[in-house]
Structure formats: structure tokens, C-alpha cells
């Protein structure tokens, strides 16, 4: 059962925007927590990631300048503001909580996550 629960997603016209909540029913301030999406027929890849002192990274080319990721850890919660969309971004989104002991983002940080429900982003004309 994940300690994380994601919000916002939607359908939205290409272009539009749309931003995700990643709500954690602990304190997470600790850890980095990792934006993934998952297309259909395709592998769950990691989008975006912010350490705990806030260093941010985006991981596909495509979302860099699109794509940001923002922490507030008084409401334990992780945002990602999704920008210019297109309809190859339409996915289930999901958030994981990194377990580097300094907080620090890696490409294999949802490994070994327990994943949520996710959102489900739509776009489409």
C-alpha cells in the first residue's frame, strides 16, 4: 500500500497545461520523490525528479522546458506542472519516494517502489 497518492491529472487539449499533486501521508522531506508515466503498451519511465535540498531533474528530452517539479514539504506534497502538452504525453503519472540516504535523485529510483493508483493524463484534440 503506497504512502503516496497522486491527483490532477485530466484530459486536456494539445497545448494545454495541467499540474499533478503527490500527496504523502508521511513526512517525506527526507527523501527525493520521482515523477514516472506509463503509456500504453510501453515500460514505466522515470520524468522527473527533485532531491530533498531541491536539485530538480528531468529525465526525457522531450519534457525538459515543459515539464517542472516542485516540492512543499510543510504539506508533504511533490507538484509537477505539466506545460505545452502533446498527445505523446498522455499516460498514467506516478510518484515514488527515493531511498538514497542523502535524498538524492537517481534514474532507478522507482525500483523498488509501491506504486499507487496513479493519475491519468489524457491529451487529445
Known amino acids: 500500500h503506497s504512502l503516496l497518492a497522486e491527483s490532477g491529472g485530466g484530459w486536456v487539449q494539445p497545448g494545454g497545461s495541467l499540474t499533478l499533486s503527490c500527496v504523502a501521508s508521511?513526512?517525506?522531506?527526507?527523501?527525493?520523490i520521482g515523477w514516472f508515466r506509463q503509456a500504453p503498451g510501453k515500460e514505466r519511465e522515470i520524468v522527473s525528479c527533485?532531491?530533498?535540498?531541491?536539485?530538480?531533474?528531468h529525465f526525457p528530452e522531450d519534457v525538459k522546458g515543459r515539464f517542472t517539479i516542485a516540492r512543499d514539504n510543510a504539506k508533504n506534497s511533490v507538484y509537477l506542472h505539466l506545460d505545452s502538452l502533446k498527445p505523446e504525453d498522455t499516460a498514467r503519472y506516478y510518484c515514488a519516494a527515493g531511498q538514497d540516504p542523502y535524498g538524492r535523485c537517481h534514474s532507478s529510483l522507482g525500483d523498488d517502489a509501491d506504486w499507487g493508483q496513479g493519475t491519468q493524463v489524457i491529451v487529445s484534440s
Open positions: 527533485i532531491s530533498r535540498d531541491g536539485d530538480v531533474i
Open positions: 508521511v513526512t517525506v522531506d527526507a527523501y527525493a
